[in-house]
């Protein structure tokens, strides 16, 4: 059966390869090549754009890249698992580093229905997700080091290989067919391994369960406002109302509730000779 048909993808060889090295530039040139990035990504993604972190309400949208002007902002769905954040960074990444295009990431892209193909585009920029978050040599020693009888591996092998690299359970099953550590018909029934039976097996090893983190991030946002407060450029209550929205208060960021704006400027100040004190 061709991964076409088999939603497991219908990249060809040559692009594949091609995939392959762009994760691997990329690693080199972010000196990360010997390194499991994991959440890191988030750092990476953060250099390279204007970075949103919110809990949308429907989970069905994993995030969102768009550019307005010569600034790139994305922007991740907190309701998901820690796992799937860090392949949506990952997945954005691509988009930015190679498309520059506008997208839109939906459960589809996120690996939620092997049976419905996706455009090529979205095939690559998850191939490519999965070759920098998970490359080849590292995913092979990993195995070394748990030492994991690559003959027999199951669901319990995969979610400890899942764990190291922070990445979704149903990814690190692709990732270990697509480096032919597994067959393809190990693949289909590990990735038939229903949510609730992985997350059993989460817990039985000790991992916490694929929860949704709820974290939020708008930018640079508190460090603009605070920085326009302190200049007396808004008042008191704006400060509030634009750190509230990244779930702040002015207290978590160092400022006093009762903070006044009466900042003393320079030449407020009386100098000695001109008889002050």
């Known amino acids: 059966m061709s991964r076409h048909a088999s939603g497991l993808g219908s990249l060809d060889k040559k692009t594949e390869r091609e995939l392959s090295y762009k994760a691997i530039d990329k690693l080199d040139e972010l000196n990360k090549s010997n390194d499991i990035i994991g959440a890191y990504i988030f750092t990476i993604l953060e250099q390279q754009s204007m970075l949103i972190l919110f809990p949308f309400s429907n989970i069905d949208i994993w995030g969102f890249m768009t550019k307005q002007g010569d600034t790139c902002f994305s922007c991740i769905n907190t309701s998901l698992s820690l796992e799937q954040q860090v392949f949506v960074a990952a997945h954005e990444l691509y988009h930015i580093w190679y498309n520059g295009n506008e997208e839109l990431i939906t459960v589809q ?34 195995i070394r080091v748990l030492k994991i009888d690559r003959s027999s591996i199951g669901a319990k092998e995969v979610i400890r290989l899942a764990n190291s690299f922070t990445v979704p359970y149903r990814m690190m099953v692709r990732r270990l067919y697509e ?14 391994t229903p949510p609730v039976e992985v ?43 634009l750190l509230g929205l990244a779930d702040l208060d002015s207290e978590q960021v160092g400022i006093p509730s009762e903070t006044k704006q009466l900042h003393l400027h320079l030449g407020d100040v009386p100098r000695k000779e001109d008889g002050g004190s």
């Open 199 to 241: 997350d059993q097996w989460r817990r039985r090893l000790g991992y916490p369960s694929y929860e949704a983190t709820g974290r939020i991030r708008m930018g640079n946002l508190p460090e603009l406002a605070i920085e326009a407060f302190e200049r007396d450029l808004i008042n008191k209550d704006r400060l509030d109302y």
């Open 179 to 192: 480096i032919d550590t597994i067959p393809f018909q190990d693949a289909m029934k590990l990735l038939s």
């Open 109 to 142: 892209e996120g690996f939620g229905n092997e049976e419905v193909p996706l455009p090529l585009n979205e095939q690559r920029a998850n191939r490519f997700a999965a070759e920098l978050l998970v490359s080849r040599t590292l995913l092979e020693r990993e």
